[in-house]
């Protein structure tokens, strides 16, 4: 029986992001990678909406139960898959789409086994990664001292209670409790409270399901967008595959409990949304983008610069010939400022500003180049961007480009200036930062190796001149 309520915790919030993207009309049903975008984007954008309807319930005094969480959603799923159907963006598929979707009949034998193989090898990882979590109890330290505390306390009170610093717990502060992290956003202790409330009990294994679901959402947006962008579906499922299989990525998912992983999803999709709406200027693309963006500060708090870094895209794709320009010169100014910060001592988001530049480049190296976290992504993209540099700053890669840029150049500050590069002696600092990217340097990666191979193709066919 518990493994139906788990079945059905996952399920509601899947149900309820697929359907409010269908309502939206995103994405568009002429695109033969919507099933996987709608998929793929719907329980990020499903989990998100589900946090904040109990935070809606707790401000109102209303206790978390089945009843009060999942029957208020469940009339939203209804009234708008009601509202696809009567806009025609719902419709009942035929078989053969059906099929073309699942595995693709275009491609030639060789390339459609390969495609099979893959998926199933994508769908095996994430078998084991099931099992990982069903056998083993919450186990990373972060996550039972920072986050679990809060879905502890939060799902025997059945409401939202404060968090504060041992200090005011101690001046007697009424209804407070504390923990290693009080600051820390409350939207993946709520998915954790969630999924107690469904099981019916506390289950600190359990609720970590959405870990799982996190990473194959990722997945399947991750082919989605890849398709919607003409890539080759075999060039886009290795894509996927690539993203699925990350050592890394599968550790925090199996090992779930951090909100690293839920942080690379969030802000992956609002990155890829915003290069889809750099590219199309279609407005759903900028609702959906600017929703995650929102997001990504109510998973952690250095969300809120992850958020800030769509910023150039939009600026380089409103700003066609100045945009670059403009970038620049306002990446200058904000080296002086962070320069400037530093000498007075500020904190910026928890992390303390120094005036020493020292990068710990040693552990930087080893992090990146010389252990098993990263496979080959590193050396992959350094050959990447060395063979393609004329394309990356130039259309349709320029956008995508910049938002990478801007998120490598956050990195190395924040390794850089501030508190972090103390702790990089671990190497855990530099590889957890590092994920929230990692889902987009691979994407980007694929899409980089595409252009490539459709201007050898056009210079294949171009005649020839004599």
């Known amino acids: 029986m518990e493994s139906v309520q788990i079945v059905v915790s996952v399920a509601l919030p899947w149900l309820l992001g697929v359907a409010v993207l269908a309502a939206l009309g995103w994405p ?27 935070r809606v319930l707790s401000v109102a005094g209303v206790g978390f139960s089945r009843a009060s969480i999942a029957l208020p959603l469940l009339a939203i799923i209804a009234g708008t898959v009601w509202w696809a159907w009567r806009t025609r963006y719902l419709s009942v598929p035929s078989a053969d789409a059906l099929r073309i979707v699942i595995t693709p009949a275009a491609l030639p034998r060789w390339q459609r086994m390969i495609w099979i193989v893959l998926t199933a090898w994508i769908a095996l990882r994430f078998a084991l990664v ?38 005011q717990w101690l001046a007697g502060t009424p209804g407070l409790y504390f923990d290693a992290s009080p600051g820390y956003p409350g939207t993946m202790p709520l998915l954790q409270v969630w999924t107690c409330v469904m099981i019916g009990q506390w289950d600190d294994s359990a609720m970590n399901w959405p870990w799982l679901a996190l990473l194959i959402a990722l997945t399947l947006a991750v082919y989605g967008v890849l398709r919607g962008e003409k890539v080759a579906p075999l060039t886009a499922m290795i894509g996927a595959y690539l993203v699925a299989t990350l050592p890394l990525l599968d ?48 998973i952690k708090n250095p969300g809120l610069v992850w958020a800030l870094t769509l910023l150039p895209a939009v600026v380089v794709t409103l700003l066609p010939r100045h945009g670059l320009r403009a ?10 400022v962070a320069f400037v910060l530093a000498r007075t001592q500020w904190t910026v988001l928890g992390y ?19 252990m098993g976290n990263w496979n080959l ?39 850089s200036i501030t508190e972090a590069a103390v702790w990089m002696a671990d190497l855990t600092t530099a590889n957890r930062a590092t994920l929230h990217l990692a889902p987009l340097l691979i994407t980007s990666g694929m899409l980089i190796w595409n252009q490539l191979n459709q201007s050898a193709s ?3 066919l171009a005649p020839d001149p004599a």
Do not use: N
């Open 352 to 370: 303390p500003l120094r005036l020493d530049f020292a990068p710990a480049w040693r552990e930087l190296v080893r992090t990146y180049f010389l």
């Open 130 to 167: 099931a099992a990982e979590i069903a056998w083993r109890p919450l186990y990373p330290w972060d996550a039972w001292v920072q986050w679990a505390t809060k879905a502890r306390v939060w799902y025997e009170l059945g409401r939202i209670a404060p968090f504060g610093t041992p200090e």
């Open 327 to 336: 970038l620049a010169t306002g990446a200058t100014i904000a080296i002086v």
């Open 28 to 54: 568009r049903r002429d695109e033969g990678s919507s099933p996987w975008l709608a998929v793929g984007y719907g329980y990020p954008a499903g989990a998100i909406l589900l946090t904040l309807w109990m």
């Open 377 to 415: 992504l590193w050396y992959g993209l350094i050959v990447l961007w060395v063979v393609a540099a004329r394309r990356l700053f130039k259309p349709p890669l320029l956008p995508l480009s910049v938002t990478v840029a801007t998120g490598l150049a956050f990195l190395f500050i924040v390794f």
């Open 251 to 298: 550790v925090h998912a199996a090992l779930a409990g951090y909100a690293d992983l839920p942080q690379a999803v969030v802000y992956t999709l609002a990155a890829l949304a915003t290069y889809r709406w750099c590219l199309r200027r279609d407005a759903r693309d900028a609702i959906v983008a600017l929703a995650l963006a929102c997001a990504c500060p109510l």
């Open 458 to 460: 056009t210079a294949d």
